[in-house]
């Protein structure tokens, strides 16, 4: 009998005539860069350092593979926010030619939306869905909570945002929910069989009502590529290569995913960086970027470390941060930027005087010609700015905080939205809920005897009122349902709807909220958004997936301004840069918060934070941190350092002591 031999396949590329491209890649990127952009075959993990031209890297390749002669639709490209997809394919088009829009590009989310209406059938789903944002899916869970009574001995029981929270991160993480709750909760572990209650009737009612939340996109399609059906293997074969773009921020779910479309073609690119893995509060591992080579068949690492963002001095200061740091790849950030100042840190006596030092550099810097809108305030918690708000403020200096409430979150357009939702799914009960509110008159009992009657059928707006409302129903309710019979029939453009919704809302809308002028501009911008789409269903997708980040109400008071200060938390500052930086409270108990001293991993990932924070500065850094803090609790408590920048020498930062001029 003949002995098997298997071929193992290396990373080893052949050798292509260079000249044959339209784009010199060689001439145009660094010899790390170059080396990632020409891989082709094999499983690769780039480490991109901060600054290192990471998106740069990305593009090139998108456009290399383009010109190698492979289908632009065989490329499939994973980000994070559909933003910085559009933006890596925009480049790429303008790079080569129009070929590079054909890739597939988008957030995990929104590919797994495409992939699963496509092949709804295969995986036991009517392609209709509708698809539930967070702050709908707590509703439901309130609902859920409420008719289940969990606490009937008057204990407390969490709210909805905890067992949402709960429910989501186990399946992000692969825990099981009372491994969650004894990590975060561990007074709530009496009721872990109630959450896991709460946890069927959720899945049953979504299964029902034909929803999908966040996570429920993600199970859905890790489970129709791992099963690895027929209609899997038929789709996974129109994927040559997947590049992946911050793994690092990737959950076990995702990992999952990734390893799914590797099955075929074992193509896989994942650039990110360790040291930039800083959201595990989201159900993000930093074990998925570590574990990567384990996961894939003879992983190639290819390490990015030319910064091309900040000074020397402040890649030093932030070499020495991740030095110490107990699990990382090896790596060591350079630049060709010398002669800069370096970073600064600043001993404060007490707060006010972190704040008034920063005030006083702001306005030197103004002064020196440097925008407002190229300085930013980094900060471990939001509550760390208040005190310097108060004096930016006293200068006369504009500033947008950021960490705040999201469009999509404000009451207002979520009420707009939802009659647009029970247009588009007549048994969206999360959205009639909301609605049936609104109305004076209707109390949560009488929202629910009208829901059970859409459930049943008895009621329907799919028919007009007169042949389904009893005379039981008075006017109020007769209006609701023929302006949503209207919706709902009408074959018109989404924009349309939004404005038949938006007339008949106005006098809700006018009643509920005493700054209804300030909000009225939020629902003019959801009409203008609305004018983009032709179809309802893509419109209301996008506003689940990919919705506006800020509320007018928000950042109104600014927008005066042609220029703004930047105060951000860090987590909030990733991937952003600034010509100077400021991180402030980099006291031990604040900066790395008290909560982190327990555990040795979220120790290392507070480290991480502030290498991410000191890495957005291109030529100034000052960290700063008072000496004597307020407590309400224990007066006037002493600070220290924060343990990532105590002991750091005088060749690598200048140590600052204010005084009172």
Not at 296 to 313: A, C, G, M, P
Request: charged fraction near 25%; charge should be negative; aromatic fraction near 12%.
């Amino acid at each position: 009998m003949a002995k098997k031999y298997v071929l193992k396949r290396i990373n080893k590329q052949e050798i292509v005539d260079e000249s044959r491209f339209s784009i010199n890649y060689r001439d145009e990127l660094n010899p790390s860069q170059y080396e990632a952009v020409s891989a082709v075959e094999g499983n690769y993990l780039v480490i991109a350092g901060a600054g290192s031209g990471k998106t740069r890297t990305l593009v090139y390749r998108v456009a290399r593979l383009t010109e190698l002669g492979y289908n632009p639709s065989s490329i499939l490209l994973l980000t994070f926010t559909r933003k910085a997809a559009k933006e890596m394919l925009d480049r790429a088009a303008m790079l080569l030619d129009n070929r590079c829009s054909k890739v597939n590009g988008g957030t995990f989310h929104s590919f797994a939306n495409i992939t699963l209406r496509k092949y709804a059938k295969a995986v036991n789903l009517d392609g209709g869905f509708t698809i539930l944002d967070q702050s709908d899916s707590e509703d439901v869970i309130n609902l859920i909570r409420s008719e289940l009574n969990p606490t009937k001995d008057k204990k407390r029981f969490p709210n909805k945002q905890t067992i949402y929270k709960i429910l989501s991160l186990s399946v992000n993480t692969g825990k099981t929910i009372e491994k969650l709750i004894e990590e975060e909760y561990p007074h709530f572990l009496e009721y872990a069989d109630k959450f896991n209650d709460i946890k069927k009737v959720y899945d049953s009612y979504k299964r029902q009502n034909n929803l999908l939340d966040y996570d429920d996109l993600l199970i859905y399609l890790k489970n129709f590529l791992l099963d690895f059906s027929p209609a899997a293997k038929s789709f996974l074969n129109t994927i040559k290569f997947v590049m992946v773009d911050e793994y690092q921020d990737t959950n076990h779910l995702q990992a999952e995913i990734i390893k799914g479309l590797g099955q075929i073609n074992e193509n896989i690119m994942v650039v990110g960086d360790d040291s930039q893995s800083i959201y595990s509060f989201r159900g993000a591992t930093f074990k998925n970027i570590m574990e990567f080579p384990k996961l894939f068949k003879d992983v190639k690492i290819i390490t990015l470390e030319e910064n091309y963002r900040s000074t020397q001095e402040i890649l030093d200061f932030s070499n020495y941060i991740i030095e110490h740091a107990i699990e990382k790849y090896p790596k060591h950030l350079y630049s060709r930027k010398t002669g800069g100042e370096l970073p600064g840190i600043i001993c404060a006596a007490n707060e006010n005087m972190q704040s008034r030092f920063i005030v006083e550099k702001i306005l030197e810097l103004r002064e020196e010609d440097v925008p407002l809108d190229e300085m930013a305030v980094l900060f471990r918690s939001s509550y760390h700015s208040f005190d310097l708000e108060i004096e930016l403020n006293k200068a006369n200096i504009p500033y947008v905080k950021f960490g705040g409430m999201k469009f999509i979150e404000a009451a207002h357009v979520k009420d707009l939205l939802a009659f647009l939702r029970i247009a588009s799914n007549p048994l969206d009960f999360v959205s009639w809920y909301r609605v049936l509110l609104l109305h004076e008159g209707i109390g949560p009992k009488k929202a629910r005897a009208i829901m059970d009657k859409l459930a049943k059928g008895i009621l329907t707006i799919k028919s007009s009122p007169d042949k389904t409302l009893s005379n039981s129903y008075n006017d109020r309710i007769y209006n609701l349902f023929n302006v949503l019979h209207e919706i709902h029939t009408k074959n018109t453009l989404p924009a349309d709807k939004a404005e038949i919704a938006m007339k008949y809302y106005h006098h809700l809308f006018i009643e509920k909220y005493d700054d209804w002028n300030k909000r009225k501009k939020d629902l003019d911008i959801f009409i203008n958004i609305a004018e983009n789409y032709r179809s309802l269903e893509s419109f209301l997708t996008d506003m689940a997936l990919e919705p506006p980040q800020d509320s007018v109400v928000d950042i109104e008071a600014t927008d005066k301004e042609n220029e703004f200060l930047t105060l951000s938390t860090i987590h909030s500052a990733k991937g952003l840069e600034w010509h100077t930086v400021f991180i402030i409270h980099a006291a031990d108990g604040f900066f790395p918060s008290t909560q982190s001293f327990d555990k040795v991993e979220s120790l290392e990932e507070e480290r991480r934070l502030m290498y991410v924070a000191s890495t957005r500065a291109k030529q100034n850094l000052f960290v700063c941190y008072p000496m004597n803090i307020f407590d309400r609790f224990q007066g006037i408590t002493f600070a220290k350092p924060s343990r990532f920048i105590d002991g750091v020498s005088e060749e690598l930062a200048t140590q600052w002591l204010l005084e009172d001029g």
